[in-house]
């Protein structure tokens, strides 16, 4: 029988009528019938952060996230607070906003809710305040006086909330639209046989535009975020398995403190904003086969595989082989999806690099990202491993610039020649982004400037 979508909102239950479709956008439904008008509508894109509200993780995490990619179904049965909800004990100001208010953090106003859940979240999450803030786009103000009111807030340690009793949701329905929620990889799979034409929906940040910015009503779509075995973060000696529905958020993190992975970490904290990481997976990166998926040229560099399930079982493939065209993967239409990705941790003493170029540091499109790895023997490169992405039809190897690599001397020549060899090997586009002649030219360069810096040359 199909389920009414409940979830927490601001400690408050809420359940939705029946009628509602599950694909509305939580933006929509709080603009709308909630009449919670604090969270703002700006580019609808996930760019801006206006929308930004905080999702409340049961380790106690909070996650901000883009209310107008995320939609009623994904929230079922978790913990939502708006700026509306963010309030002291005694009821007035919570600090957050009162400190924003004294460091004269606020303009015209528009933006400042979202900025408010930005920095409610940082509290727990920590780090850099401009990295918190890189996903809340500010008009008026000026960023100076809002980051000083971030690096004022006092850190708070994560803290579980009270549990949400809410039924399962295995099928939310609004007249001839399913929203389906599978619990399990054999229900996902059985689903995904069934109705091979439904949307497979996790973090929703590429499908989620589909819907807020060309309003797509989908006739089914399969929801993998209450799929235990899609959320798996195993750590081994040999590498790190990632479920295709963890999110950035936690990978980002797990990267961070995990021996040999510190550079993919400094490229997913690129990675969009604090709210795409919130929502985005590795395995949407994957399904979605873009050349510039910011996360295809370290996988392709690492060896990385993908693991596969299906109701026929499961099959595990190198990544570079699930790639297989512009938009297009490996997966059969027979059920097929993807259940994890292994990321083999380099070797010790290996060399990588995960670079990427756009018009701003943060939360940009690619127009060239390059990532290499490289082990060397003495003074000889033993093996190298070079990827592109946003220069193709899909991210690739540059096996030309490899086999330059490969047993050359670790000197300023050979990474030269394979500079050369790279931009021989590739045939950029002409876009928005960048020219086809700076794309080249920049490829060519990146590898260049990995020799510079291994060898301690680079400027500081």
């Given at each position: 029988?199909?389920?009414?979508?409940?979830?927490?909102?601001?400690?408050?239950?809420?359940?939705?009528?029946?009628?509602?479709?599950?694909?509305?956008?939580?933006?929509?439904?709080?603009?709308?019938?909630?009449?919670?008008?604090?969270?703002?509508?700006?580019?609808?894109?996930?760019?801006?952060?206006?929308?930004?509200?905080?999702?409340?993780?049961?380790?106690?995490?909070?996650?901000?996230?883009?209310?107008?990619?995320?939609?009623?179904?994904?929230?079922?049965?978790?913990?939502?607070?708006?700026?509306?909800?963010?309030?002291?004990?005694?009821?007035?100001?919570?600090?957050?906003?009162?400190?924003?208010?004294?460091?004269?953090?606020?303009?015209?106003?528009?933006?400042?809710?979202?900025?408010?859940?930005?920095?409610?979240?940082?509290?727990?999450?920590?780090?850099?305040?401009?990295?918190?803030?890189?996903?809340?786009?500010?008009?008026?103000?000026?960023?100076?006086?809002?980051?000083?009111?971030?690096?004022?807030?006092?850190?708070?340690?994560?803290?579980?909330?009270?549990?949400?009793?809410?039924?399962?949701?295995?099928?939310?329905?609004?007249?001839?639209?399913?929203?389906?929620?599978?619990?399990?990889?054999?229900?996902?799979?059985?689903?995904?046989?069934?109705?091979?034409?439904?949307?497979?929906?996790?973090?929703g940040t590429d499908l989620g535009l589909r819907i807020s910015e060309h309003r797509?009503?989908?006739?089914?779509?399969?929801?993998?975020?209450d799929v235990p075995e899609l959320a798996i973060a195993e750590v081994s000696p040999?590498?790190?398995?990632?479920?295709?529905?963890?999110?950035?958020?936690?990978?980002?993190?797990?990267?961070?403190?995990?021996?040999?992975?510190?550079?993919?970490?400094?490229?997913?904290?690129?990675?969009?904003?604090?709210?795409?990481?919130?929502?985005?997976?590795?395995?949407?990166?994957?399904?979605?086969?873009?050349?510039?998926?910011?996360?295809?040229?370290?996988?392709?560099?690492?060896?990385?595989?993908?693991?596969?399930?299906?109701?026929?079982?499961?099959?595990?493939?190198?990544?570079?082989?699930?790639?297989?065209?512009?938009?297009?993967?490996?997966?059969?239409?027979?059920g097929e999806v993807i259940r994890d990705v292994f990321l083999p941790r380099p070797?010790?003493?290996?060399?990588?690099?995960?670079?990427?170029?756009?018009?701003?540091?943060?939360?940009?499109?690619?127009?060239?990202?390059?990532?290499?790895?490289?082990?060397?023997?003495?003074?000889?490169?033993?093996?190298?491993?070079?990827?592109?992405?946003?220069?193709?039809?899909?991210?690739?190897?540059?096996?030309?610039?490899?086999?330059?690599?490969?047993?050359?001397?670790?000197?300023?020549?050979?990474?030269?020649?394979?500079?050369?060899?790279?931009?021989?090997?590739?045939?950029?586009?002409?876009?928005?982004?960048?020219?086809?002649?700076?794309?080249?030219?920049?490829?060519?360069?990146?590898?260049?400037?990995?020799?510079?810096?291994?060898?301690?040359?680079?400027?500081?």
């Amino acid at each position: 029988m199909p389920a009414h979508i409940a979830f927490h909102l601001n400690d408050e239950p809420r359940h939705l009528p029946p009628e509602l479709s599950p694909t509305t956008t939580l933006l929509d439904w709080l603009r709308g019938p909630a009449a919670l008008t604090g969270t703002k509508e700006g580019c609808a894109e996930g760019d801006c952060g206006a929308c930004t509200v905080v999702i409340e993780e049961a380790d106690g995490a909070r996650s901000a996230v883009n209310a107008c990619l995320l939609t009623l179904g994904q929230i079922h049965g978790r913990r939502l607070r708006t700026v509306e909800g963010l309030r002291a004990p005694d009821g007035g100001a919570h600090p957050v906003q009162s400190t924003m208010a004294a460091c004269n953090g606020t303009q015209c106003g528009f933006c400042t809710p979202g900025i408010v859940m930005s920095a409610w979240a940082h509290q727990t999450e920590g780090g850099d305040p401009h990295e918190a803030l890189a996903g809340n786009l500010c008009r008026c103000t000026g960023y100076r006086p809002i980051l000083e009111a971030f690096a004022r807030l006092p850190a708070e340690p994560a803290a579980p909330p009270p549990p949400v009793p809410l039924p399962a949701a295995p099928l939310l329905q609004s007249g001839s639209q399913s929203f389906h929620r599978p619990a399990s990889l054999a229900e996902l799979v059985a689903l995904r046989a069934a109705q091979p034409g439904a949307w497979l929906l996790a973090g929703g940040t590429d499908l989620g535009l589909r819907i807020s910015e060309h309003r797509e009503v989908p006739e089914a779509v399969i929801c993998t975020l209450d799929v235990p075995e899609l959320a798996i973060a195993e750590v081994s000696p040999g590498g790190l398995r990632i479920g295709a529905s963890l999110p950035y958020r936690r990978l980002l993190a797990l990267c961070a403190t995990e021996p040999g992975f510190a550079p993919l970490a400094g490229l997913l904290r690129r990675l969009g904003s604090r709210q795409i990481r919130g929502m985005g997976t590795l395995g949407g990166n994957l399904g979605t086969a873009s050349p510039i998926g910011d996360a295809l040229p370290p996988l392709l560099a690492l060896s990385a595989t993908v693991r596969l399930s299906s109701p026929e079982g499961e099959r595990e493939m190198p990544v570079e082989d699930f790639l297989t065209g512009y938009r297009r993967n490996a997966l059969k239409p027979t059920g097929e999806v993807i259940r994890d990705v292994f990321l083999p941790r380099p070797p010790e003493g290996a060399l990588m690099a995960c670079e990427k170029l756009s018009r701003r540091h943060d939360q940009d499109i690619t127009a060239v990202g390059l990532s290499v790895l490289l082990t060397r023997d003495g003074n000889r490169i033993a093996t190298a491993r070079i990827a592109h992405g946003g220069l193709g039809p899909k991210a690739a190897r540059a096996t030309g610039a490899e086999a330059a690599l490969a047993g050359a001397p670790f000197t300023e020549a050979s990474f030269a020649a394979a500079a050369e060899a790279l931009m021989a090997e590739i045939a950029p586009l002409d876009d928005l982004r960048a020219s086809a002649a700076y794309r080249k030219r920049a490829a060519g360069n990146l590898l260049r400037r990995l020799w510079h810096r291994w060898s301690g040359q680079e400027a500081a």
